[in-house]
């Protein structure tokens, strides 16, 4: 009977440990048979990364018994989960993935460096319909009781209604107990300004720490960070075919091209 | 003088010894002044990954010694030899960056697991033109003759012509001593089929190496994997901004949202 439930993956970057993982399989295993594979160490800012010049492993975890959820932690990144658990764990396409709940947000050009939305993309290159979700709080004793309803509904939404195939969803919601509601809109244009923290090590070699202060730039409205910043849980829908109209139009008018 | 010159970062992630880069120097080297700061080990798969849990080293390079080109080598990922380049060794942004030459193709969906690409987004994030050379040849020994006058006919009409904000170009060279030309095209939909190959370590414990195979889904014609196919250099101009027109307009459509 449980054979006919959705199939749902759960994995995320922050470890099978976090609470943030915790909390979503909370609000999504009414849903159907949930599976977590998670990495069994933290992997914030791994991006899409895979590994295939070294193993991986991958053990049984006891992580969800209380909630009798089947776990593996698996010592690789968050998409290579995300491959592992298809070819070797659920030895199918999972339904339905979800990544996260990351501690720390995942909007606007921090999704390029996300290995929670990586995992959530990995899903949807594979045609799995996928949601990741982030809390902007990097804290791991971040309260995540505002999240709960939303990433709920998002998640049925998802069950009921799916995705266009290779789109995928980003949502980001505020720090805080209090949320106003949810904002579909756009990736805002920001950036990191990095400041490296130049050091001397105990052998007197020059070292460096990346530390950097996150910078929008977009003054046009209607992008994730202006409704994060409104107290909104934004839902950016999102594709991985990079190509771009613009630039196309772009090399095609400006550039020169030899007759060939 | 000299400082009126276009100052061009290159990188890439085979690291700093591969021949792919000292091809890549070669060939734009004369467009300005060339400053490399490169892996210092293999970086490949690493995708957009930014190192902040450790720390960097940096070690300034002989590898171009010959060429009079100054050289750094850093222990982290592509991403953060720019980030570093940037604000430790340049002191300013560069003007243009260029990325690779990759051994092995970054056509379609390996883009986005792809070191060499994220480099050349990552200094796009800054605003700096840049493009990223892949040649379909895995071999360290590899061919580059054939890639030779392509990188320099592109890289030429990148510091003649630059390009739209926010966009770069993801270029593919076909493997092979004969290349018929460019097209500018789009990203093939395709993916990996994965195969883990299972085995166990001389501890009796199951470890999994991953290996696969690259399918192309994508029949309606014109994209890079198509033009490679058929002997060209595959010019695709790509964006950052992954918000998803089509996703959008499906779940404004088809998904329930309360009033809020």
Redesign the interface.
């Known amino acids: 009977m449980e054979d006919n439930l959705p199939l749902i993956l759960i994995t995320n970057d922050d470890g099978i440990t976090s609470p943030g993982i915790r909390t979503l399989v909370e609000c999504v295993m009414h849903l159907g048979r949930v599976v977590v594979v998670a990495p069994d160490s ?1 992997q ?10 070294k ?4 053990k049984t975890s006891d992580e969800f018994k209380d909630l009798n959820i089947e776990a593996y932690a698996c010592s690789g990144t968050p ?2 989960c995300v ?2 658990a ?3 764990i659920l030895h199918r396409t999972p339904d339905f993935c979800f990544s996260g709940i990351n501690h720390g947000s995942n909007a606007s ?1 921090n ?3 996300s290995g929670t939305m ?1 995992a959530a ?1 990995e899903a949807a ?2 045609g799995i319909p996928s949601i990741g979700f982030s809390l902007c709080d990097h804290s791991w004793e971040a309260d995540f009781s505002a999240s709960r309803p939303i990433i709920t ?1 998002l998640a049925e ?1 998802l069950v ?2 799916s ?2 195939e ?5 949502v980001n919601i505020p720090k805080g107990t209090e949320v ?3 904002k ?1 809109c ?2 805002a ?1 920001a ?1 990191w300004v ?3 923290d ?2 001397t ?1 105990p052998y007197g ?7 950097g202060e996150f910078v929008n730039l977009d003054s046009d409205g209607g992008t994730d960070e202006d409704y994060l910043a409104e107290g909104y849980a934004s ?10 109209k ?3 139009d ?3 008018k ?5 007759e ?1």
Do not use: C
């Open positions: 933290p914030s800012g791994m991006s899409h990364a895979v590994t295939f010049t193993p991986l492993w991958l998409a290579d491959k592992l298809k070819d070797q050009v999704i390029l460096y990586s993309t290159i594979e509904h939404n009921e209604h995705l266009p290779y789109t995928l969803l980003n106003k509601g949810m579909v756009r990736q244009r950036k990095e400041r490296y130049k050091r090590d070699r020059t070292y460096f720490w990346l530390t839902v950016v829908p999102v594709q991985f075919d990079l190509t771009s613009e630039g196309t772009f090399i095609n400006h550039w020169l091209w030899n060939e």
